[in-house]
């Protein structure tokens, strides 16, 4: 279980965020979601461990991920918001990178790349340069290299960037089957609708304070709304986005 207790972080004695408490339970795929500058990356960047916290902690299994870094790290399955790749290795390359320095054994490594490349339809793409491919790709490799060594921690932010609609679908049922194998999954996404099928609950982050956790079904009942995207709304927003929209056309029209 990956236990958030506390989290702190400020910057210049401005909180981003705010004593942030919440658990991320094996075998339940939790949505952590939040607007822009609401602290959502910043938290990822604490439970990672790129980032030092101000103040609170960060536990794995009752361990406290910053006693053995290292350790945590080899547990952990992260893909990134924005996508950092070698892009002059080709896609082979780079997952060999990822497996050695996993320690991975290298017939474990190739047998894993080797299906991997095929599964999410880049075999025949394997020996060309990452510069060459296109925002979907480089996502799928990068999910790929996340998945390479079975991590039992999985944090995904935005892992859907620039997939079309099949990889997607794909991408929906893995998350499925990793958190009935008992995986620990944390996923961040800005597709509220994606969120509403996969995760078994939710937190939702506003200005560096959590201002709910719950499962959709108990947010709705309780907000008596229909949908997660007008929960969403209704917590986040502070603006009536109607008056907004008609206000933009006016701008432009007048």
Do not use: W
């Amino acid at each position: 279980m990956l236990e958030i207790k506390g989290l702190t972080k400020r910057y210049r004695n401005t909180p981003v965020v705010d004593n942030v408490s919440f658990t991320v339970r094996p075998g339940e795929i939790t949505g952590y979601l939040g607007p822009n500058g609401s602290g959502k990356s910043t938290t990822v960047k604490m439970i990672t461990g790129l980032l030092e916290p101000t103040a609170g902690h960060v536990f794995l299994d009752g361990a406290n991920i910053r006693d053995n870094l290292v350790a945590f790290k080899s547990r952990l399955g992260y893909v990134p918001e924005e996508a950092i790749l070698y892009s002059y290795l080709t896609g082979l390359e780079y997952l060999q990178l990822i497996g050695r320095l996993r320690g991975l054994s290298e017939n474990v490594l190739n047998a894993r790349a080797d299906r991997l490349l095929r599964l999410f339809l880049l075999h025949p793409h394997r020996y060309s340069p990452i510069s060459a491919y296109s925002k979907g790709m480089r996502q799928r490799i990068l999910i790929s290299a996340a998945l390479l060594h079975n991590p039992d921690v999985l944090i995904l932010d935005e892992p859907l960037s620039g997939m079309d609609v099949t990889s997607a679908q794909l991408f929906q049922h893995l998350l499925a089957d990793l958190a009935r194998s008992g995986k620990t999954i944390l996923y961040i996404s800005h597709v509220l609708e994606v969120v509403e099928k996969v995760c078994a609950r939710v937190i939702i982050i506003h200005k560096g304070n959590i201002l709910a956790d719950d499962s959709v079904d108990n947010l709705r009942g309780l907000m008596n709304r229909p949908s997660l995207v007008d929960i969403f709304s209704e917590l986040t927003e502070e603006r009536d986005l109607t008056v907004v929209a008609s206000e933009i056309v006016s701008a432009i029209t007048s």
